[in-house]
């Protein structure tokens, strides 16, 4: 089954600005895939509609659906819509937006404990996540005296909790030390996840998602393999993408 489909998504802010012109995009399970785009392309308008923040329907302007596996997000099923939740991870750009209790491990207990996990299955659960992203080490640690690049990969673990279906990534590369955006990588590259990265980091799509697409003005504009898109120097000039100064893509 379909990993996740969004069908011909609209999208208007209420203040009008039409944000998404109508966006069709598969993604099947086990892809990695990058989404590019200059600011302002609609990438986090999109990826807010992916659980339901935004809704895909129902506003002037706003038309279209989204399904994640068998279930359409559909803002007003609240039942339904903690399932998607569940299903589909953000990790947000900012750690801290994901981050709020005093230690490392209730952080990362906090999503399976809201779905009933509890005891040794809690504990497992978040040993689990913790394990996967290496920071099995500071689970009784507060989160704000963790470095960047370690709040990250926390933040990467409460999603993990959840075994959510989609893993989506909002930059998750900014800010980042070349050391501990090379580490992360590492990581993300270990997980058996879907992965849906949204980066303004060309290299790091390339290094991480075979597939990119790129969102302009609302709209897809291409939809590729990575090599293939960040090799069409015209292509990336007509949507603003710069690659580093001196990086060339490599030969496959
Ligand atoms: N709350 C809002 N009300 C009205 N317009 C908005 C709102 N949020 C975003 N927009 C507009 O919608 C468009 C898409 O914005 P969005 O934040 O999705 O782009 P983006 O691709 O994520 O950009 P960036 O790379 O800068 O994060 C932009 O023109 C933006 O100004």
Redesign the pocket.
Known sequence: MTALLLDDVRYA???G?Q?LHGVSLRIEPGERVALL??????????VLHLNGILPASGLTGSSGSVSVGDRTVDPKDRPGLAEIRRRVGLVFQDPDDQLFLPTVGEDVAFGPANLGLRGAELVARVDEALAAVGMGDVKDRAPHHLSLGQRRRVAVATVLAMRPDLLVMDEPSSNLDPQARRELAEIVLGLDVTLLMVT?DLPYALQLCPRSVI?DG?RIVADGPTRELLSDTELLARHRLELPYGFAVPVA
Do not use: Q
């Open positions: 802010y209420p203040d600005h944000a785009g200059p600011n302002g392309a609609g990438k986090t308008t999109l303004h969102l609302g």
